[in-house]
């Protein structure tokens, strides 16, 4: 007696007659076409898949931290998705290097074919930087128009709906509120960085005094070290936190900016290992996003230099202007202005680093 079986053809699999038949330049049929017509599409249909791909991992990391508990194997998998992420961002930015090949003269020969269409009208972009946290309050725009003005029906609906929705920034905000590290019985993590802190720059004060410098460098130096001494006090204090934000020179909140620095500080804690990865992929996935912007600037500097955008942004200009602006996790990026050397940092009692640690009884 035989049994049925099926089986499942690559082609099939794949859907690659749809795949392969997707590509239609506007320049001609055929051999008629501008040649470097079929690059371009290529590259910007892979650029999209790629695009759905992230996507789907950033969507299943947000789903992860709607939990209110969120375990130590769950944050195992979502530096492992965060880390495929970053992958792929190396990959977008690298496939650059591969439309560069195409020259001014070439992208002319088609680009007049193009207008209005542009990368700006990227639904999944603009879903990706949403998603992430980059708000219509945070976006630089550009003629007059919210970048929600490009769509329409379904898709204008989605990204409305993902303006009002939480981000992975909200969701990454309040873990590291809930994370109970900041109020470890006996350990005031608050104040005894901030007497390690003191100690260091005292010890630093000391040696310039002994130093044989000149009384003028000395005074500047020491200046300097008082000053520094001073960005810390204000990071600390968390009215001064709280005005920052207020005035906009900080998005991250306090208790979420402080459960950050002892994630960084105590890094070798067996328990931090793996939120110490995470914070470390969200300000690489950041780095990551800005360079390909800046990539892309440095691309249509070579391909147009200061013409205007197919889809009448200012090219270039525009482009620059989102590369530090469109940042999302500076704060987390620039919590290593915080660090001190681990020979200052603060002993942590014994049950404490049981708490930390993998302590096993017999």
Known sequence: MSEETTSVHYLNYLDLDKVLDAQHPLSGEGKEAAHEEMLFIIIHQT???????????????????????????????????????NKIMTTLVGQLDILETMTSLDFLDFR?????????????????????????????????????????????????????????????????????????????????????????LDKEISGIK?????????????????????????????????????????????KATMSALLINLYRDQPILHLPYQFLRSVVELDHKIATWRFRHVQMVEKMLGQKIGTGGSSGQGYLNKTVDQHKLFTDLANISTLMISRSYLPELPQNIKDTLGFNYKK
């Open 47 to 85: 650029y999209e898949l790629w695009f759905k791909q992230m996507l789907h991992e950033i969507d299943s990391v947000m789903d992860l931290f709607r939990n209110d508990q969120i375990n130590e194997s769950n944050v195992g998998v979502i530096v492992r998705r965060m880390n495929r992420v």
């Open 112 to 200: 007049h074919h193009l207008s209005p269409a542009s990368g700006f009208q990227s639904h999944q972009f603009r879903k990706l930087e949403v998603m992430l946290g980059l708000k219509i309050k945070k976006r630089h725009q550009f003629g007059g128009c919210p970048y929600h003005a490009q769509f329409e029906g379904e898709k204008k609906e989605e990204i409305l709906n993902l303006e009002e929705s939480e981000s992975l920034f909200t969701l990454l905000e309040k873990w590291l509120e809930r994370i109970p590290f900041l109020n470890m019985e006996g350990f005031d993590f608050t104040k005894k960085y901030e007497g390690a802190v003191n100690q260091m």
């Open 210 to 254: 002994a130093a044989n410098l000149t009384d003028s460098d000395r005074e500047i130096r020491i200046r300097m070290i008082e000053e520094n001494r001073k960005y810390f006090e204000r990071v600390l204090d968390e009215k001064e936190h709280n005005k920052a934000m207020e005035e906009g020179e900080t998005k991250l909140s306090y």
